[in-house]
């Protein structure tokens, strides 16, 4: 029986850069849940992503993934990252590319048409990367992450500056993901993606301010909006620490 | 390690060289034209292209795939495709060897085509075989390669990566014999020759070109110990390369 328990992140510090950017955090993540991280630029989400994607020296704390140490050798090709920043080679074309990181996980080469077709970009795959627009350089990206389905999927801001119907599909591909048993993590800065989440980690000043699902966040603080909901919560823990 | 990801690395280096027209196009043609400048300045005198011919295909590969490889690295580091590489199931001595091997060949290319100019178009005097003229450019290549890799750790952006060619390359071309012969020079500097891996390309480079030899394959046994000192020297560059590539970063 596996182990349901995808992502244990256990009173995790980070200094980053000289600054503490995480701050003493803990949540897991089971499998078959999309879980948003969300909180504003600078919050600490970059550095908690990297570190359960295991590139990130940590200061102390513990992060497991499917049961070993994050960054595990027999994680490798279990865990599709996606970096803030899209990490493809300008100068190869979209199917190169792909061609390419499919060689090193040892991916079938027809994962490569099925994770193009998933991003929509079978039109540009003859295209070199660097003539891509910012969104599609993204979704070369995201292709990469998906490859050899993936048992985790760690991505960070994926849905920046995409068109509204394909940040939908793209949401609707996370959940199918989780459907068939894969726990999807996927930080954000935009508020208003939250209610696709199952499940929220609203994060600020390296710390998790509220862990819940996006409904039970409204009725916790009686608000309209997770934007508003997230506000009543800096605002209550703020007056908690004057 | 693992074959299937070197040879992917390696596949994929020469890829996006292929893409890159003109950088392919000067790796081949400019060694060719500064052996034919250098022919055309000695051609009166008839005697100094055969001394200086030889050290120049020494540094030639040397110094292109030491800059090569410095700053394709770094554009590497920087991009964040090492990152999701060594996330990957990448090793470390996959990402390398890949590299090493892309660049083995480019320079096994560049420096037939530089070697076959020398010989049969500009008529350098070979008294060695030819073909080891064309072993030990591969050696330098590959010193190049491991060394540029090293110093792309420590420089943030390409302009820092340039600089470390007058940094790092430029006192080992000065030392190498070129100028003055290594045993002549005050001995501080002549020792300090002594350590530097250049001088031994140079001198195998040389030695090739100046003498035969009745032993295997034609080659004085003094060169085979040159082409190790090389091959140790770009083997060391290569696992303290290793040592800089981080799966985990601050």
């Known amino acids: 029986m596996m182990n349901n328990v995808a992502i244990e992140v256990s009173d995790l510090h980070v200094v980053r850069g000289g600054v503490r950017a995480v701050d003493g955090v803990s949540f897991s993540v089971p499998h078959g849940q999309v879980a948003g991280l969300l909180g504003p630029s600078g919050c600490g989400k970059t550095s908690l992503i990297r570190s359960v994607v295991g590139v990130q020296i940590v200061e102390s704390g513990t992060v497991t993934v499917a049961g070993k140490p994050a960054g595990d050798a027999s994680l490798r090709h279990r865990i599709g990252y996606v970096t803030q920043a899209p990490s493809v080679y300008d100068d190869l074309t979209v199917e190169e590319n792909l061609r390419f990181f499919a060689r090193v996980l040892g991916a079938d080469a027809a994962e490569v048409d099925r994770c193009l077709t998933a991003v929509d970009l079978d039109a540009q795959r003859r295209q070199v990367a660097v003539r891509l627009s910012g969104g599609q350089r993204s979704r070369v990206s995201l292709a990469v992450a998906l490859l050899g389905s993936p048992d985790l999927l760690v991505l960070d801001e994926p849905t920046v500056g995409l068109d509204p119907v394909l940040r939908r599909d793209l949401w609707e591909l996370f959940h199918r993901l989780a459907a068939d048993g894969a726990a999807v993590l996927v930080s954000s800065h935009v508020m208003d993606e939250a209610e696709r989440c199952d499940r929220l980690l609203l994060m600020r000043e390296g710390k998790i301010l509220a862990d819940d699902s996006p409904a039970g966040m409204l009725a916790r603080t009686g608000e309209q909006s997770i934007e508003h909901a997230f506000l009543s919560l800096v605002e209550a823990s703020t007056e908690g620490v004057s | ?250």
């Open chain 2, 1 to 250: 390690m693992n074959p299937r990801i070197l040879l992917a690395v390696a596949a994929r280096v020469l890829r996006q060289l292929r893409h890159d027209h003109r950088t392919a196009a000067m790796l081949l043609v400019l060694p060719a034209l500064v052996l034919t400048l250098l022919w055309w300045m000695f051609d009166e005198r008839g005697f100094g292209f055969d001394r200086l011919g030889p050290p120049l295909l020494a540094l030639i590969p040397f110094i292109v795939m030491f800059l090569v490889t410095s700053v394709t690295t770094l554009r590497e580091r920087s991009s964040g495709t090492l990152e999701r590489l060594l996330a990957m199931p990448t090793g470390k001595l996959d990402f390398l060897g890949g590299y090493a091997l892309a660049f083995g060949l480019v320079a096994m290319v560049q420096s037939v085509v530089a070697v076959l100019l020398c010989v049969w178009v500009l008529g350098l005097d070979v008294a060695g075989p030819v073909w080891m003229l064309t072993v030990v450019a591969v050696a330098d290549a590959v010193l190049g390669s491991s060394l540029g890799l090293f110093v792309s750790a420590f420089a943030r952006t390409e302009f820092q990566a340039v600089q470390f060619m007058p940094a790092i390359v430029i006192p080992q071309i000065l030392l190498c014999g070129l100028f003055i012969p290594r045993d002549e020079m005050p001995t501080v500097l002549s020792a300090l020759s002594d350590v530097l891996p250049l001088s031994y390309a140079v001198d195998a480079m040389s030695t090739v070109s100046a003498t035969a030899s009745s032993s295997f394959g034609g080659v004085d046994p003094a060169v085979w110990g040159d082409l190790a000192v090389v091959v140790g020297f770009g083997a060391a560059a290569l696992a303290l390369g290793a040592a800089t590539l981080r799966r985990r970063t601050a």
